[in-house]
């Protein structure tokens, strides 16, 4: 008896990661944890060959398992181009702290609130951008991952330039720059 109810299981398990592995929507087995390292930064930061903002346009980080383009890390001498050429900043932080203070011409979207939205919503929210504007993700910094989580949920729905501010607001504040409250 004991035997039989082994090999139901084993044959469960394995039928099991097989229909996931074959499931264009399965579940990976393993997480990513790549996306939450520091390392360098995607993107060249050297201000001499970081004005040529078409390398964010055509991000070379198209991941076919993944069917997105994966966001790019950026620093703050790009990110600082960036904000002087009003593309969008994102502020994945919670409301309460962008009332607090956030950097200028950012909007809001609370991580929190965006991930649990079907698609559809998510896609009706950023209806007005196009899926090749550049857009910087950022939030508190220091510790805080939010930015790197949100940027994924939009490159999800087919956005093809995210980058991630990982300095975020903190650092933004540290060097000097405006805020708007």
């Known amino acids: 008896m004991k035997k039989q109810i082994l090999i139901i299981i084993g044959i469960c398990v394995v039928v099991s990661l097989a229909a996931n592995f074959i499931s264009p929507k399965g579940i990976p087995l393993f997480i990513d944890e790549s996306r939450y390292e520091e390392g360098t930064p995607n993107v060249n930061n050297n201000t001499s060959q970081s004005n040529n903002l078409g390398n964010l346009v055509a991000n070379p ?37 962008f009332i607090l203070g956030h950097i200028p011409g950012s909007i809001n979207l609370p991580y929190e609130e ?11 929210l950023l209806s007005k951008y196009k899926p090749d504007d550049i857009m910087v993700v950022y939030c508190g910094g220091g510790e805080c991952e939010v930015s790197i989580d949100l940027a ?26 405006p805020v708007s409250k």
């Open 152 to 177: 994924y949920e939009i490159a999800k729905i087919g956005f093809n330039s995210t980058n991630i501010y990982r300095g975020g607001y903190k650092e933004w504040v540290e060097k000097g720059n």
């Open 114 to 124: 965006f991930y649990v939205m079907p698609e559809a919503d998510k896609k009706s």
């Open 61 to 97: 980080n198209y991941d076919k398992k993944l069917g997105f383009v994966k966001p790019q890390n950026i620093g703050f001498e790009l990110t600082r181009q960036l904000h002087d050429k009003n593309v969008l900043f994102i502020d994945g932080r919670k409301k309460e702290e």
